[in-house]
């Protein structure tokens, strides 16, 4: 078991314990999962209960008051599952939207449920006709008394079917810039004129719900505003993609490791004209490169780890972090995929699964050709 620089000794027990839970309640229910096409309550309880949902939360709310390299631990690990069906990332970061912009009201009444399971998070931003870009949805929140009245309609939501609690991306007042934008929490339990759209069929990633939602005249009570105040919203939003990046970079990371882990166990199992694919000088340099390639990535998440944690990571470091993590993922998936010949291409494989589910890493969570923008207007000074 692989120990970062970042790592302590809790940590250390941290991870042997969250390795063991997913050995005994993820993988056992992944070939289910993928016929439902999402991951089942009960599992989110159980991941509430072993302390997974609110490591990072503090311990006045319910959670354990550590810091987010447990949560690090929790999805690098899981993503050497090699599976992508837990809409757990999504469900963390609209945690932290509580906690660092709702008000005391808001964190008490909303994060003890979010950490025990009881209640599953999503965050609705995307719309049909906005894509990436944030500051042109068109989802409206008309105020009328103590009253908001949202209408709109959002798509690639991931945990579209399951979710209780989505924060939404939605206009306030008559502001059509990036200061007309709020959040609001929605406890779609309690609504009327919230519809979900049907889970979307997708290339890959095939246990996790990802799926229209409709808001028709949605009424909640200007509580549900986060953190009191309209017209934050976008910036609520710029101030937390940081965390939300380097969790893509998490998962880059895991899920490469665990590409050349399957790679490494089919060449050296498979033969071909009288000898091991793993003894073909080829297969053998074609191994070096993805090895190396995953050292690098471990080092450039490690140095993002510690950054973030110290407070010196940016926008642009993250964005540098985002695009190259998951480019060099798919890299490394493909490579991988190869070395299995015609195996690779099916889908009782490993490796398959894995070459599905990496493409979509580089368009959510700000497109790679963003991400270079990104960078680039940081050069341009």
Same mark, same amino acid.
């Given at each position: ?20 839970? $997913? ?27 072993? /302390? ?8 006045? $709310?319910?959670? +354990? ?19 992508? /069906? ?10 932290? $939207? ?30 049909? /006709? ?42 306030? /007042? ?129 140095? +993002?780890? +510690?950054?973030?944690?110290?407070g010196n990571y940016n926008a642009d470091r993250a964005a540098m972090m985002k695009w190259w993590a998951t480019q060099t993922q798919c890299d490394i998936v493909d490579e991988c995929l190869q070395l299995h010949g015609g195996y690779g291409y099916m889908m009782e494989y490993p490796i398959a699964e894995l070459y599905a589910d990496a493409r979509i890493q580089k368009i959510y969570g700000g497109t790679n050709e963003i991400m270079k923008d990104i ?7």
């Amino acid at each position: 078991m692989r120990v970062a620089p970042w790592m302590t000794e809790e940590h250390v027990a941290f991870q042997e314990s969250v390795r063991a839970f $997913y050995a005994r309640k993820l993988l056992p229910n992944l070939q289910r999962w993928s016929s439902l096409g999402y991951v089942e309550r009960e599992f989110w309880l159980d991941a509430g209960e072993a /302390g997974l949902l609110g490591a990072s939360i503090p311990a006045e $709310y319910g959670g +354990s008051g550590l810091d987010r390299t447990f949560d690090a631990v929790t999805f690098i690990e899981y993503s050497r599952t090699g599976d992508t /069906g837990w809409g757990f990332g999504v469900h963390n970061i609209a945690s932290h $939207y509580i906690v660092a912009y709702g008000t005391e009201d808001q964190k008490r009444r909303w994060l003890p449920d979010l950490i025990s399971g009881r209640r599953i998070g999503a965050i609705a931003i995307t719309e049909p /006709g906005s894509g990436s870009d944030v500051k042109s949805i068109s989802t409206k929140a008309t105020r009328v008394g103590s009253d908001y009245f949202i209408s709109g309609s959002k798509i690639f939501i991931t945990n579209g079917q399951t979710a209780d609690l989505f924060c939404v991306v939605t206009r306030t /007042g008559s502001d059509r810039s990036a200061k007309g934008i709020s959040l609001i929490m929605v406890d779609v339990n309690d609504v009327e004129g919230f519809r979900r759209g049907r889970n979307l069929e997708k290339i890959g990633m095939k246990r996790q719900d990802t799926s229209e939602l409709f808001f028709d005249e949605v009424k909640v009570h200007e509580d549900n505003l986060l953190g009191g105040q309209e017209g934050r919203g976008f910036y609520q939003l710029m101030q937390q993609l940081d965390w939300e990046r380097l969790i893509i970079g998490f998962m880059a990371l895991g899920a490469s490791e665990r590409a050349l882990e399957v790679t490494l166990e089919y060449v050296k199992g498979r033969r071909a004209f009288g000898q091991r694919l793993m003894d073909f000088q080829n297969t053998r340099f074609k191994l070096a490169e993805v090895a190396t390639k995953v050292e690098v990535l471990r080092a450039f998440i490690d140095q +993002s780890v +510690s950054d973030f944690c110290r407070g010196n990571y940016n926008a642009d470091r993250a964005a540098m972090m985002k695009w190259w993590a998951t480019q060099t993922q798919c890299d490394i998936v493909d490579e991988c995929l190869q070395l299995h010949g015609g195996y690779g291409y099916m889908m009782e494989y490993p490796i398959a699964e894995l070459y599905a589910d990496a493409r979509i890493q580089k368009i959510y969570g700000g497109t790679n050709e963003i991400m270079k923008d990104i960078v680039a207007r940081s050069l341009d000074i």
